[in-house]
């Protein structure tokens, strides 16, 4: 349920710029900003949100400024790159955007054992694989499909479920193995 509140901007902007690309930029700005502040409050800001809320705040500044902008059909393609760098940049800082979400579930005193990052860097390598994929198909089917809107949905969706799907899998593995070998 902590992803889906993490991506709950990029779902808001994917399920609303098919009526209009600028109420789904801003009503994914909207959402980010709230997740942003509660994120805040709590005194946890992580990279997700705030690349998020970057992101969505300087597309629905040019969506309301420029509403017939080029840049809507690139949408897909630059928020799948965004979303691709921020796990990559993630990834290279040795805190793996995923340990947010898994800190949750997990006990304080295992947050910084060598197990913990090492399952959430290969979850994030998961988001930051299928982000990456995501972003170049898209990209391509903008520009030799001229944004044909069929496939942008269905590049979109696998592009958040298959990895969310395989990183479901891959923590329970882990979680598994790491309660046999505690045994």
């Known amino acids: 349920m902590n992803y889906v509140r993490g991506f709950a901007p990029w779902l808001c902007y994917a399920a609303l710029s098919p009526v209009d690309w600028r109420l789904g ?6 959402a980010a900003l709230c997740l942003l502040i509660g994120q805040l409050r709590a005194r946890s800001v992580d990279l997700l949100g705030t690349a998020t809320c970057g992101f969505f705040v300087v597309m629905a500044g040019v969506a309301l ?18 979303l691709a760098a921020t796990a990559l940049t993630s990834i290279a800082v ?18 910084n054992a060598p197990r913990f990052i090492r399952v959430n860097m290969v979850l994030t390598s998961i988001w930051a694989a299928a982000f990456t994929i995501a972003a170049l198909a898209c990209a391509a089917i903008v520009h030799y499909a001229h944004a044909a809107a069929l496939p942008l949905i269905t590049v979109q969706i696998l592009g ?14 882990a979680k598994a193995a790491s309660g046999r070998a505690m045994a």
């Open 25 to 30: 930029t801003c009503a994914a700005a909207l």
């Open 160 to 173: 958040f479920v298959i990895p969310f799907v395989s990183s479901g899998r891959y923590a329970e593995q």
């Open 94 to 111: 040795r805190r793996p955007f995923t340990s947010s979400f898994a800190r949750a579930q997990v006990p304080p005193e295992f947050w």
């Open 65 to 82: 400024a420029y509403p017939a902008s080029g840049l809507q059909h690139w949408i897909c393609a630059l928020a799948n790159g965004t």
